[in-house]
């Protein structure tokens, strides 16, 4: 079997407030392959925002180890993660994160900046990506002038302009509606099928089901862990 993307042993993330330490993830292990797309849920302060803050190298962990593609993150200084989650990871936020004054074209192109690639190659990428995302007549509109939907496909583009290795989502439809959170999540779906690994935090059963796999927390700890039955079903919405 080859090498798991994504290998997490005993992780723990613990948070001092005053002289009281609060555990919020303990000793969490489990692997995820290349290609998987995985749900991640859990209620409010399970532990599954600092799961995915350690998995897109925005924080370190109190213990434990983290391997990503091989290489283990978890003892890497901030500017070597800072590397890695410009080289191996792409981001979806909830609120879009877009810059209010820039075309979709230019936020797209954002995370090339730290590349040494030339500006009209970094265009061609940024425009490539917005095709794939279905927004090939919206590269010189700024987010005002797109709907929600238009600017989450925005925000898809730009996570996958670095080629990455893994996209992180966190709530990608909590600020949409049912009918574009369908739409967004087909597309997430689509993009798994070529091939992108995609591990996304949802509190909605609903979007949960377009995942292979579910992993559940509670008190900072994996409580469930299956492959999606309903994940072919929810396909069919697509």
Not at 13 to 33: C, T
Not at 145 to 174: C, H, M, Y
């Amino acid at each position: 079997m080859a090498e798991a993307l994504i290998r997490v042993e005993q992780l723990a993330k613990e948070y001092r407030m005053g002289s009281n330490v609060v555990p919020a993830l303990q000793g969490v292990s489990l692997e995820i392959q290349a290609g998987e797309f995985v749900a991640v849920m859990g209620p409010s302060g399970s532990g599954k925002s600092t799961f995915m803050n350690l998995l897109g190298c925005l924080d370190h962990p109190s213990g434990g180890s983290y391997w990503l593609a091989g290489q283990e993150v978890s003892r890497l200084s901030g500017d070597e993660l800072a590397q890695v989650r410009n080289s191996k990871l792409g981001f979806v936020f909830q609120h879009f994160n877009l810059l209010a004054r820039t075309s979709a074209l230019d936020n797209v192109g954002l995370p090339l900046l730290y590349s040494h690639m030339p500006l009209h190659e970094r265009r061609l990428q940024a425009e490539r990506r917005l095709r794939q995302v279905g927004l090939a007549d919206r590269l010189d509109h700024h987010p005002a002038q797109l709907s929600g939907g238009q600017q989450q496909r925005v925000a898809i583009a730009r996570a996958l302009v670095n080629n990455p290795q893994l996209v992180l989502a966190d709530e990608p439809t909590g600020a949409l509606d049912s009918r574009t959170s369908v739409e967004i999540m087909a597309l997430l779906l689509q993009l798994n099928r070529e091939g992108i690994t995609i591990v996304l935090v949802t509190h909605e059963h609903d979007v949960a089901n377009f995942a292979g796999r579910i992993i559940n927390f509670r008190d900072g700890r994996v409580i469930q862990d299956h492959a999606n039955a309903a994940a072919d079903a929810a396909a069919m919405l697509k």
